[in-house]
């Protein structure tokens, strides 16, 4: 089992930046492909930002490539989203998520609880 703990979720007016922080704990965090997701109310989950095991490889989605970035620290077991330039549509609950399998898979194992982003206008 991995057990995640997202934090850094908040209220935050467009234009501003948000960094958002994943804790792994459990199983061997560098086994993992983490990945972000979100879900804004009334529409499906999807994919932000993921990063393989090393921290070498990374994917986002179209709508927060230049804006996001994501990065991992597997001494401290964590793995960050850094989130500038944030505009209303980027509000939703975010996830953070593990993966058993390469950032080319969109199939993940454990998932966090989840932390509000609200990107007011």
């Known amino acids: 089992q991995v057990q995640l703990v997202e934090s850094g979720g908040g209220l935050v007016q467009a234009g501003g930046s948000l960094r958002l922080s994943c804790a792994a704990s459990?199983?061997?965090?560098?086994?993992?492909?983490m990945g972000w997701f979100r879900q804004a109310p009334g529409k499906e989950r999807e994919s932000v930002a993921r990063?393989?095991?090393?921290?070498?490889?990374?994917y986002y989605a179209d709508s927060v490539k230049g804006r996001f970035t994501i990065s991992r620290d597997n001494a401290k077991n964590t793995v960050i989203l850094q989130m500038n330039s944030l505009k209303p549509e980027d509000t939703a609950v975010y996830y953070c998520?593990?993966?058993?399998?390469?950032?080319?898979?969109?199939?993940?194992?454990?998932w966090g609880q989840g932390t509000q982003v609200t990107v007011s206008s």
């Open positions: 459990g199983r061997t965090f560098t086994n993992y492909t």
């Open positions: 990063i393989g095991r090393s921290g070498i490889s990374t």
């Open positions: 998520a593990a993966s058993d399998y390469t950032i080319l898979s969109s199939t993940y194992r454990y």
